[in-house]
């Protein structure tokens, strides 16, 4: 497709009445950015936008946000940098996740517990079986039963782990 015609196409998606332009078309990411197909592939629409009007991103290196707005496509809103540089301003703004900006904070619903959770070896029957077991067995056999390390053992008994099982 003639590149006039994809800057169309992708023009035709955005919000040009503010300071920021903002991408309308509904495709979004987790985190918030819009989505463009652009040669055949799924792009961030900030990143097409700034192949559009200024050039191609070398590689290595990322399309980066003034204005802080995920949705936001102007181009001279947007400059190019590396992971470091995103993560220097984005510590400069103070948007880095730590404390009460951390994401398990400001979004605590999206944290995954118990059998969930990506590295999970138990589920909750086995963490119930521990604790009914726990008073009868030595926390070092409990261990080497199920797969996990004696402080794993420990942490569900005392519930430090597994808190949300009864």
Not at 89 to 118: I, Q, W, Y
Not at 130 to 141: D, F, L, M
Request: net charge positive; aromatic share 8%; glycine share 8%.
């Amino acid at each position: 497709m003639a590149k006039s015609l994809v800057a169309e196409r992708f023009w035709n998606k955005v919000d040009k009445s503010g300071t920021c332009w903002l991408w309308t078309a509904g495709q979004r990411n987790a985190s918030g950015y819009g989505g463009f197909l652009y040669n055949g592939k799924h792009s961030l629409a900030h990143r097409v936008s700034y192949e559009i009007e200024i050039g191609p991103v070398p590689d290595g290196l990322l399309v980066l946000h003034r204005c802080d707005n995920p949705l936001c496509v102007r181009p001279s809103h947007l400059f190019l940098g590396t992971n470091d540089d995103n993560m220097k301003d984005m510590a400069a703004k103070g948007r880095s996740p730590k404390g009460d900006n951390h994401c398990t904070r400001l979004r605590p619903e999206l944290v995954r517990k118990g059998e969930a959770a990506p590295n999970a070896r138990l589920t909750e029957d086995k963490v119930k079986e521990i604790r009914r077991r726990y008073n009868n067995e030595e926390a070092q056999a409990l261990a080497l039963d199920f797969g996990v390390s004696r402080d794993t053992i420990y942490g569900i008994v005392y519930r430090k782990k597994w808190k949300h099982v009864p």
